[in-house]
């Protein structure tokens, strides 16, 4: 897929945590932006024959790693790992697997890749020669998320010692995991979280979806539901009489009772995963963006994607008090803790389609595009962009 002037470009191997063919999420989104400057290999997540479907977006199970040539510039290489493999014991051997599999495929299609960039802590730095430069990328707090994944915590810590002592730089998300890494002894680059705006400026246009009915105001929540959500910001947004739209996958652990209780309100609506080419139209029924995440050091050393996708798409935001919402300093978004959440909805939905603040609030989401995240990160690592 690539064209004779692309044999020019270096190779950059991202080491992902999410599937290719999954939602995008900020490891394909900056993977996707660096095209102009490199070429990359994708290594995907290893998966198993025991991976559920829905992990695997519907895709077959596979024995064997294959190499699939995905978009412009962009080479995917689907892994494989034995069953269990994130569990205790086989979790530290699946990333030797895996690095096997990548130098497979940088064999098979000839790759010397001038930088590695993982989105993991996992042990796949300082594997790919001296000449390479090795760039942890970081998204989360992997300690702090140590329950939330169900990995011990010491492991956890080990495996960040590890992955700084390979890396020759830091890139990190969020102004906390700056900090943390900082202390670890680290020299951090923060690039924060991106939006493609646009992907989102025709949502009045877009189609209704087929699936929604709901009276207007319609506060809606786009991504995972899990942990990270409060159920009872949920509650309060329904109790303030706005309906609720949730997008997304939902981790059937994550509050069951209350979830179905929930979803038993007529002016509520759960639709599941979306493609990201359908989320205009579920977006163009919504009036506010909720991201209504616990106070957890998990979330606050995150950076919400959702936040700046809402914004994108003109819509007001009711966000609880994350540090990075702070770090976008914007009063485009209204900042509300538990208690007052569902009233701060009512007041965002009252001017939340006015013409002079959608422009604003598209205009201030364009200022923060993955192209411009992906530039920072291509001089970061000394691609000549």
Request: glycine share 6%.
């Amino acid at each position: 897929m690539t064209g004779a002037d692309d044999r020019d470009l270096p190779w950059l191997l991202v080491l992902a945590v999410n599937r290719w063919t999954g939602t995008a999420r900020t490891d394909r989104h900056i993977a996707t932006h660096l095209t102009p400057f490199a070429r990359v290999l994708w290594v995907d997540p290893p998966t198993s024959v025991a991976t559920p479907a829905a992990n695997r977006f519907g895709e077959p199970r596979r024995v064997v790693p294959r190499l699939i040539d995905v978009a412009p510039r962009v080479t995917r290489l689907v892994t494989v790992a034995p069953p269990f493999h994130t569990r205790r014991g086989i979790r530290r051997l699946t990333p030797l697997l895996v690095r096997a599999q990548i130098r497979w495929a940088l064999r098979a299609r000839r790759i010397r890749p001038v930088a590695a960039l993982s989105f993991s802590a996992g042990d796949l730095l300082g594997r790919w020669g001296d000449e390479v430069r090795d760039v942890l990328y970081v998204t989360d707090d992997y300690l702090a998320g140590a329950e939330l994944m169900d990995v011990a915590a010491a492991e956890i810590a080990r495996e960040e010692a590890n992955a700084l002592a390979r890396a020759d730089l830091v890139v990190t998300v969020s102004p906390v995991l700056a900090d943390k890494w900082r202390g670890l002894g680290a020299d951090p680059v923060l690039v924060p979280g991106g939006v493609l705006s646009a992907a989102y400026a025709d949502v009045d246009a877009a189609p209704r979806p087929p699936d929604v009915d709901l009276p207007a105001p319609v506060a809606g929540v786009v991504g995972h539901l899990s942990g990270r959500i409060d159920v009872g910001l949920l509650e309060e947004v329904v109790a303030a009489g706005c309906s609720l739209l949730l997008v997304g996958t939902v981790d059937p652990q994550w509050e069951p009772v209350r979830f179905a209780r929930l979803l038993a309100h007529p002016r509520v609506r759960h639709v599941g995963h979306r493609p990201f080419a359908d989320l205009p139209s579920y977006l163009r029924v919504i009036d506010v963006g909720l991201t209504p995440y616990v106070d957890s050091a998990f979330n606050r050393a995150s950076f919400p994607l959702k936040t700046l996708e809402y914004l994108a798409a003109g819509r007001p935001v009711v966000s609880t008090d994350l540090p990075a919402v702070r770090w976008l300093d914007t009063d485009l978004i209204r900042v509300a803790a538990a208690g007052e959440f569902g009233a701060a909805v009512r007041r965002a939905a009252a001017d939340a389609r006015t013409p002079e603040l959608t422009s604003r609030r598209r205009r201030f989401a364009a200022e923060h595009s993955w192209h411009r995240r992906a530039e920072l990160v291509g001089r970061a690592i000394g691609l000549p962009v």
